[in-house]
């Protein structure tokens, strides 16, 4: 017998059959009829199925493509039973849609053509038109009719994250220019996080306007700064973008390495603070106002023998069992090398020891 608590919350862009789904509900600090359970990154390289869809499609051109967005998305559902589907797309897609020149290179991640790095470059970010993307609206109002009672996760970059890329032009370390860029020239840095929090939030509301019943911002990067930079430079914008969306869906903040950030990221307005590996969620609860959280396993145990990562996902479960609410998931995204069998074991795990029904 399943015992439903219902939803303390009522989302207003969410269909009636989701409001008490799991992930909603933990959301939005209710107790749920078992831990809800996803991955970041579960839709990709670690999976044969999506080798084999994405056989000779460049990334990006598969973003486009609402029948194989549909079937990658839905890959991780089926084959682990999680409690909630992420979007395939990519944080750099709505970037492309406006027409910034730039390209997703395999083992590297986006590089972008031409860097963005004055008041002129600045021209070249547009705002974001949903007949920009309307790939995507395609793509999620077929998800929501093919996944049924699990709910749809649709995400953004954050305006730091996004920066990052089109500062540097592409990936890097100590993200060198983007911080003296906001340092150096607080006027062009405030432009450019403006034109990226509408970029990002009409990103966020094309989803959710299509059907997904939560989102994720991804601050990825936004643990290289410290808190004051943080908060003077980085979550006004973040919170913009959160903000679009309150009421309607859940909305969930993310990033890596952000452990002395958690209490400023909570500040944004998100319901649902994400927390890497690196801060144990008892400690993390304290940092992020008592807000309900997600994560945090590390994604390399999931290499290790499964007696440890038996071991360390109840460790998890039982740094988190006096949180307002938990949604479990990783650090940060999979690892390629991970074996699917040992996710959906997780999944699995997670489910029995924490349904009303576990004994
Ligand atoms: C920073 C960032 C990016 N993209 C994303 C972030 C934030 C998440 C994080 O903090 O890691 C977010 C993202 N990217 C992708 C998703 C899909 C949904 C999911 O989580 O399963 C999501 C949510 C698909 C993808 N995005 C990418 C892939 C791999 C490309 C491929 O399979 O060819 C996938 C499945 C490429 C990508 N795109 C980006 C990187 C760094 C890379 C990796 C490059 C590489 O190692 O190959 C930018």
């Known amino acids: 017998m399943t015992v439903r608590t219902a939803a303390p ?97 395999p083992g590297v991640g986006p590089v972008i053509a031409d860097p963005v790095r004055t008041a002129a ?60 860029l906001m340092l150096g020239e607080p006027e062009l840095w405030a432009g450019l996080m403006s034109r990226l929090a509408a970029i990002s939030a009409a990103f966020l509301r094309v989803q959710v306007d299509a059907g997904a019943s939560a989102v994720q911002l991804f601050d990825s990067w936004a643990g290289v700064l410290p808190r004051r930079l943080y908060e003077e ?21 993310f990033g890596v390495g952000t452990g002395e950030l958690l209490g400023s990221m909570a500040a944004t307005g998100a319901e649902v603070v994400g927390v890497d590996f690196r801060v144990p969620l008892d400690e993390a609860a304290r940092r992020a106002a008592g807000k309900p959280l997600q994560g945090n396993l590390d994604p390399a145990v999931l290499l290790a023998p499964w007696p440890v990562v038996e071991r360390e996902v109840l460790r998890v479960l039982d740094e988190a069992r006096d949180l307002p609410g938990h949604v479990f998931n990783l650090g940060h995204g999979v690892l390629p090398a991970s074996d699917p069998d040992v996710l959906r074991r997780v999944v699995e795990l997670v489910h029995e020891r924490t349904g009303t029904t576990a004994g």
Do not use: N
Not at 134 to 139: G, S
Not at 141 to 153: A, D, F, H, N
């Open 9 to 105: 919350v009522r989302w207003t862009a969410v269909q009636e059959h989701l409001q008490d789904s799991p992930l909603l509900v933990a959301a939005g600090g209710g107790r749920p009829e078992r831990t809800p359970v996803w991955f970041m990154r579960q839709a990709g390289r670690s999976l044969p199925e999506y080798l084999a869809v994405r056989e000779g499609v460049p990334m990006l051109e598969s973003c486009a493509r609402p029948d194989l967005v549909t079937e990658i998305t839905l890959q991780p559902v089926r084959r682990y039973g999680v409690d909630a589907a992420i979007f395939y797309s990519d944080i750099v897609v709505p970037l492309k849609a406006v027409g910034v020149d730039l390209d997703i290179k």
């Open 121 to 180: 470059d600045l021209q070249r970010l547009r705002p974001l038109e949903p007949g920009d993307v309307a790939y995507v609206t395609e793509a999620v109002r077929s998800l929501v009719g093919e996944l049924g009672s699990t709910p749809l996760i649709g995400f953004a970059g954050a305006p730091f994250t996004l920066a990052t890329y089109l500062v540097e032009g592409g990936p890097s370390k100590e993200h060198a220019r983007t911080k003296a």
């Open 233 to 253: 430079h980085v979550a006004p914008w973040s919170a913009q973008v959160l903000g679009a969306l309150e009421g309607r869906v859940p909305r969930i903040t």
